[in-house]
């Protein structure tokens, strides 16, 4: 049967990308699954152009939560705050592939949450983005 | 006229001495002192007080472990093979197919599997009998109560409580010790007065606790554990001889280690000092003779759905005098002999705690339940479930990188066993065990002082009950060495 765990997915999992910290971070989050106990951490560097400079993650957890949240930083590099902003749901389950049950969806999805938190933090947070952090 | 009912229940039992039900319980209580956790009958104990030593309890146990083992083979082969293909055909849900593969159901510390007849009896009840009970003047109202109260009554008899009238029904074990804490707790414990627990208590253990703590401005303190799971006796004396205990308040067995506590030797300790004690035993109820009077203590909480029960229904015993000197917990109806305005009176224990329309259904449901697993033997379960958890460590102890957490001698513990492998976070384990239908719990298991202590954020924990088989071990066993090949472990 298809498994969710892919040579991707381990590979991440083992070899995490942009795993550390940016002292210079202009965007700073975190969020833990309490489920789990899966923690995610997302520092960002923007530059003037308001693009992602640099990022790295930092945590702890399943290899879904690692995996996903190395890969998302990947994404993210070199693109624009709006752009990081518009990433949804579906570009994250795409990149690990593989069909996740409802709770392990949480997992999968916890490093966008801090992500968007992050970044709604940075452009000033509405009503509708809590909302949308809420949904994740 | 309840208590003429409950009178007779109890009558009619000692008549049927001689149905095979009865004669299996005359059979464990004269064996029963040979199981560990359990103890010598009242008859036997000396008057005199032997010293309190906790010598290596490991050591002691493992002896009396051995024994049990010999005594509940002999017993099986010489009176009733325990038939587990018999026992599984009792279970539909067993028939399900999870991903192609038949459920191999290893999650019953989370909840048991519900036997056919526990289901009928929920079926019955809401198709034939279903009233609000105690004060319908109705046929069906009358029937209801009658099978109430008989629940109540097969409860009382299964854990040898002195009277039904000790036997409160609550939502599950949270609830119980929920009610210890806000009605005994708020009248007994005051400023400057401890609480003793111990740090492999799940969070329904502890939590309440702290909110009473911190509410009557009373601490708490923590018996400590040994690396490989067991009670730090000394913290215990420690913190009795400290002064002000009001209450002690520890599981009986580990949801997460399986470790079984010598419970009864610490509530005679407590009580020497004017100590009260609560026993969490939501793990032991279901899977071993539990004999409150034997162990002498004042609480003892456990849930129905962890034996064959139906959800939301749970049971608080207490001691008589303690209950008639506690204030309501809920108020409303049922609970009160007259109201006034500005005033009321309240029956008797249990009506007391039992406020509003109760879980008449999961109270007769678990009376059914009680009667499934008094039929199956509370002895023959804790042996099968014995083997299987030997065979268990037997098999995952040899997979390499493995490591099984609590006591390494599986005679010393319950059918609970937690482990990790390798490097392998515990929730893609039991997503790919899940993957071949094996159900196992993975995470904290709400017991996160315990997992601080044993230095892990999670464990993977497969629990077996009376319709687990040495087949479905080895599914898991090797489910698990595929998740080894898979993380390259």
């Known amino acids: ?136 | 006229m309840l208590k003429r009912r409950w009178a007779a229940a109890s009558s009619s039992t000692s008549l049927k001495a001689t149905s095979p039900a009865v004669a299996d319980t005359v059979s464990y209580r004269k064996a029963r002192n040979r199981l560990p956790g359990l103890a010598v009958p009242k008859s036997t104990t000396p008057t005199t007080k032997p010293p309190l030593t906790f010598p290596g309890q490991l050591a002691q146990s493992t002896v009396r472990g051995q024994a049990t083992q010999k005594q509940a083979t002999a017993y099986i082969h010489g009176k009733k093979p325990y038939d587990v293909e018999k026992v599984r055909r009792d279970f539909p849900i067993l028939n399900r197919l999870i991903n192609g593969k038949p459920l191999t159901y290893l999650d019953s510390a989370a909840t048991s599997q519900k036997p056919r007849e526990v289901i009928d009896e929920l079926t019955r009840f809401y198709s034939e009998y279903n009233a609000n009970v105690h004060r319908g003047v109705y046929k069906i109202s009358e029937e209801a109560t009658a099978a109430y109260e008989e629940a109540r009554a097969k409860i009382a008899r299964l854990i040898n409580a002195n009277s039904p009238n000790e036997i409160i029904f609550v939502r599950g074990t949270t609830e119980a010790i929920n009610l210890v804490a806000k009605s005994w707790g708020t009248a007994n414990v005051g400023i400057g007065d401890g609480i003793i627990l111990t740090e492999m208590e799940h969070h329904s253990n502890i939590v309440p606790w702290q909110l009473i703590a911190k509410e009557r401005g009373a601490h708490l303190k923590y018996v400590g554990l040994t690396d490989d799971g067991h009670l730090v006796h000394d913290d215990f004396h420690q913190h009795l001889e400290s002064g002000g205990i009001k209450l002690v308040t520890m599981t009986h067995v580990s949801n997460v280690l399986g470790m079984i506590n010598p419970v009864r030797e610490y509530i005679r300790e407590a009580h020497s000092k004017g100590c009260r004690v609560l026993v969490d035993a939501a793990q032991s109820v279901p899977h071993m003779p539990v004999d409150v009077q034997d162990l002498d203590c004042d609480f003892l909480a456990f849930s129905g759905h962890k034996m064959c029960g139906p959800t939301g229904i749970g049971v608080l015993y207490a001691k008589k005098s303690i209950l008639e000197e506690m204030p309501p917990y809920h108020g409303g109806g049922e609970m009160i002999r007259e109201v006034h305005l500005y005033e009321s009176t309240w029956k008797d224990p249990p009506y007391k705690f039992e406020a509003g329309t109760t879980n008449i259904a999961g109270a007769i449901g678990l009376g059914k339940a009680v009667e499934y697993v008094s039929g199956l033997g509370l002895r023959n379960i804790q042996a099968h479930e014995q083997e299987l958890t030997e065979y268990a460590h037997d098999r995952l102890g040899k997979i390499k990188g493995l490591r099984i957490y609590g006591p390494e001698n599986p005679r010393t513990k319950a059918g609970v066993i937690s482990f990790n492998l390798g490097d392998v976070h515990a929730h893609d384990m039991a997503t790919l065990l899940d993957e071949d239908g094996i159900a196992v719990r993975s995470g904290h298991h709400c017991a996160q002082p315990l997992m601080d202590r044993l230095g892990v954020s999670s464990t993977t924990r497969a629990s077996v009950y009376v319709y687990n088989t040495e087949d479905e071990i080895d599914r898991l066993v090797e489910s698990v060495e595929r998740a080894g090949r898979v993380f390259k472990v």
């Open chain 1, 1 to 136: 049967m298809s498994s969710i765990y892919s040579e991707i997915i381990l590979d991440y999992y083992r070899y995490p990308r942009n795993k550390g910290s940016l002292p210079h971070a202009q965007i700073h989050a975190r969020d833990s699954n309490p489920l789990c106990g899966d923690v995610v951490e997302m520092q960002l560097e923007i530059d003037e152009k308001n693009t992602v400079k640099d990022v790295k993650f930092n945590g702890q957890g399943c290899a879904i939560s690692q995996a996903s949240a190395s890969m998302l930083t990947e994404l993210v590099k070199g693109r624009t705050v709006d752009d990081v902003r518009k990433i949804s749901k579906e570009d994250v389950l795409s990149l690990i592939g593989g069909q996740l049950t409802a709770v392990r969806l949480k997992c999968a999805l916890l490093s966008l949450k801090v992500l968007k938190t992050g970044v709604y933090n940075y452009i000033g947070s509405t009503d509708a983005t809590k909302e949308e952090l809420s949904s994740l």
